[in-house]
């Protein structure tokens, strides 16, 4: 079946450090990625849709100077935290859609990201 | 808004017994519904998807229903194990869209 691969799967850095997070459709080319955050014990937000070859779209409240989204191919979007401060340790998981949006959405294994 | 809620926020139940886990959301033009399942600090797993052309689907010990005008959906699990033991996840989607999570029911099965 269709695979997400989600890279890395765990970070710990120090604050002010910028962390990359990918995200990988394995056998299918995904046009759209989407990102979202998980706080503890709280649900999974949309953060932004991912369009390859154009901006990212991102939902409100969530700044685009921070997280920058780069979405270059059909199989690979990639996920920016910027300046990194301890409030930004969350858990950030992507999804995929192919082309045809067929359902499914295909989830990556998630990034937990811990900053100091 | 788009809302999801998912009732109860957690449930702690003996081996064996079947359960019914609730998810309602505020929509009515939904495009799927899925239930997923999260173990602690992991990613997650799908259980079920639903089309909105369909009224319920299963697997195994799981079935899943979707009444769209009252825009309610429910995960029944038969015969409870504590391997079932985990957070389980209501989303829906519009065409093309992103899923809208709700809070989950963090589930507990004790031996």
């Known amino acids: 079946g269709a695979v997400v691969s989600q890279h890395p799967s765990w970070v710990i850095c120090k604050s002010g450090t910028s962390v990359k997070i990918e995200c990988r459709s394995l056998d299918f080319q995904a046009t759209t990625m989407f990102w979202y955050r998980q706080f503890p014990k709280q649900s999974l937000m949309l953060m932004a849709t991912?369009?390859?070859?154009?901006?990212?779209?991102?939902e409100q409240g969530v700044e685009k100077d921070k997280f920058l989204i780069n979405h270059a191919s059909l199989t690979l979007s990639t996920l920016t935290v910027t300046s990194a401060h301890p409030e930004d340790s969350s858990f950030y998981i992507c999804s995929a859609r192919d082309r045809q949006g067929r359902q499914p959405q295909h989830f990556g294994d998630g990034t937990r990201l811990s900053i100091l | 808004k788009q809302e999801v809620t998912q009732i109860p926020a957690a449930l702690s139940v003996p081996e064996g017994e079947n359960l019914v886990l609730n998810c309602s959301f505020t929509?009515?033009?939904?495009?799927?519904l899925q239930w997923f399942r999260q173990d602690p600090g992991k990613g997650l797993t799908s259980l079920l998807l639903i089309q909105s052309s369909q009224r319920e689907q299963t697997s195994g010990r799981l079935n899943a229903s979707l009444d769209k005008s009252s825009g309610r959906s429910t995960l029944y699990i038969a015969a409870s194990q504590p391997g079932d033991s985990a957070t389980y996840l209501c989303?829906?989607?519009?065409?093309?869209?992103?899923?809208?999570f709700g809070k989950g029911t963090t589930l507990s099965v004790s031996s």
């Open positions: 991912s369009n390859e070859g154009s901006k990212a779209t991102y």
């Open positions: 929509d009515s033009a939904i495009y799927n």
């Open positions: 989303a829906y989607n519009q065409a093309g869209t992103a899923l809208i």
